[in-house]
């Protein structure tokens, strides 16, 4: 049993680029989050999705973008890298909308440069 | 604006001894609050929580109090571990799962 499996584990990419930050999680859960965490700051939220097809803007969606065709997957995408979007990335899944049965993943550290 | 504050970066306790993590908040509308523990290069891992109707929740050496006169929040731990040093995120789920975190507070227990 994976859990919530975040690919890549690091990446580092120039200013402009685009890339695609993966998640997969194997637990049949509806919802799924995307979280960043910059040094000394806690997690803020980018998107969610309660559902294959229905994906929402959380806290500080600019400058990203998501797409929920599955149920196991939630791909977060990043057209135009900025200095500003070095932060670590966490994906989360939950059953229902009850926080307290999040599972997160293990990070993916994002550096642009 | 930051609706959730952790305002100590840092704690460090001996061994055996008591730790207090606190969190304050702003937002009265908040019903529910979780605490998530986080070790370097994983993920956070869900600890304990307690809902906005109760004052205090207890689960193990883990007990949250919740003020919400004072709108604050405590995490102990009793007694303390080595095994409980890591990073601590307090957090309330806004609007049905959608969490605000706190900065954190890295917790340092000693032998």
């Known amino acids: 049993n994976a859990g919530v499996t975040q690919t890549p584990k690091f990446r580092i990419l120039k200013i402009g680029q685009s890339m695609t930050l993966q998640c997969a999680q194997d637990?049949?859960?509806?919802?799924m989050y995307w979280y960043r965490q910059d040094p000394g700051m806690g997690l803020k939220l980018i998107y969610y999705?309660?559902?294959?097809?229905?994906?929402d803007k959380g806290e500080v969606p600019n400058g990203y973008n998501v797409s929920r065709s599955t149920t196991e997957d939630f791909p977060l995408r990043l057209e135009l890298a900025a200095p500003s979007q070095t932060s670590v990335y966490f994906c989360?899944?939950?059953?229902?909308?009850?926080?307290?049965?999040?599972?997160f993943g293990s990070g993916t550290r994002l550096t642009v440069v | 604006d930051q609706q959730v504050k952790q305002n100590s970066p840092s704690l460090s306790v001996q061994e055996g001894r008591i730790s207090i993590l606190n969190c304050d908040y702003t937002?009265?509308?908040?019903?529910?609050f979780l605490w998530y523990k986080k070790y370097p290069a994983e993920g956070p891992t869900f600890l304990i929580s307690?809902?906005?109707?109760?004052d205090k929740n207890e689960d193990g050496r883990f007990t949250v109090f919740l003020n919400k006169s004072a709108k604050h929040l405590s995490l102990h731990i009793v007694p303390s571990q080595p095994g409980d040093s890591a990073v601590y995120f307090c957090?309330?789920?806004?609007?049905?799962?959608?969490?605000?975190f706190g900065q954190g507070t890295e917790l340092s227990v000693k032998p």
């Open positions: 937002n009265s509308m908040f019903d529910y």
């Open positions: 999705s309660v559902g294959a097809g229905i994906t």
């Open positions: 989360a899944s939950s059953p229902d909308r009850e926080a307290y049965g999040y599972t």
């Open positions: 957090a309330a789920d806004n609007q049905g799962g959608k969490l605000i």
């Open positions: 637990m049949n859960h509806n919802y």
């Open positions: 307690i809902s906005s109707i109760k």
